[in-house]
T-cell receptor
């Protein structure tokens, strides 16, 4: 069974731009969570989607948003990029909300 | 804040058992102990989880104390490929309302 896939793997943007990252969960998984990882803050929870509904949200500004489609694929969007948004963005999928999470390889975003 | 405390780093000789401790003194009755590891710049990899009984799988063993306030992850025969940051997390397994919070983890160095 294929694992969690994330696209793109690497991305370079400039301040003020917006970006959309994509995550395809493991087949059959209906919950997708997003995390931001930086050297200073470590792994931080962004939000979780289950059955196309946001179920949980971390402490990030409204510039960070996401959605989930009927096939469980998820996207996250960051608008008005700031230098501090440079990070590894990780997606994790699970069968249901609260089940064991399996992570993708991440998208490394660099904001110049 | 993370609900777990782990040593920042540990060394282990190749071929020996690596024992990684984790304190979770405020764990609730419905919270599971999860272990993940992250090899540099990759997504975290699920290792094992448990509630109160000791657990073993093909990767590792998890020993949870009777009062559930601490646990130990055991890699029985460490190899160089086990060099990674190991995260201990406590989380309710079903109907999770709280966000998963990753701490700083333990950076495990396997020495040849």
């Amino acid at each position: 069974k294929a694992g969690v896939t994330q696209t793109p793997r690497y991305l370079i943007k400039t301040r003020g731009q917006q970006v959309t990252l994509s995550c395809s969960p493991i087949s059959g998984h209906r919950s997708v969570s997003w995390y931001q990882q930086t050297p200073g803050q470590g792994l931080q929870f962004l939000f979780e989607y289950f059955s196309e509904t946001q179920r949980n949200k971390g402490n990030f500004p409204g510039r960070f948003s996401g959605r989930q489609f009927s096939n469980s694929r998820s996207e996250m969007n960051v608008s008005t990029l700031e230098l501090g948004d440079s990070a590894l963005y990780l997606c994790a999928s699970s069968l249901g909300s609260g089940d064991t999470q399996y992570f993708g390889p991440g998208t490394r975003l660099t904001v110049l | 804040d993370a609900k777990t405390t782990q040593p920042p780093s540990m060394d282990c000789a190749e071929g020996r058992a690596a024992n990684l401790p984790c304190n979770h003194s405020t764990i609730s009755g419905n919270e599971y102990v999860y272990w993940y590891r992250q090899i540099h710049s990759q997504g975290p990899q699920y290792i094992i989880h448990g509630l109160k009984n000791n657990e073993t799988n093909e990767m590792a063993s998890l020993i949870i104390t009777e009062d559930r306030k601490s646990s130990t992850l055991i890699l029985p025969h460490a190899t160089l490929r086990d060099t990674a940051v190991y995260y201990c997390i406590v989380s309710p397994n079903m109907n999770r309302d709280d966000k998963i919070i990753f701490g700083k983890g333990t950076r495990l160095h396997i020495l040849p």
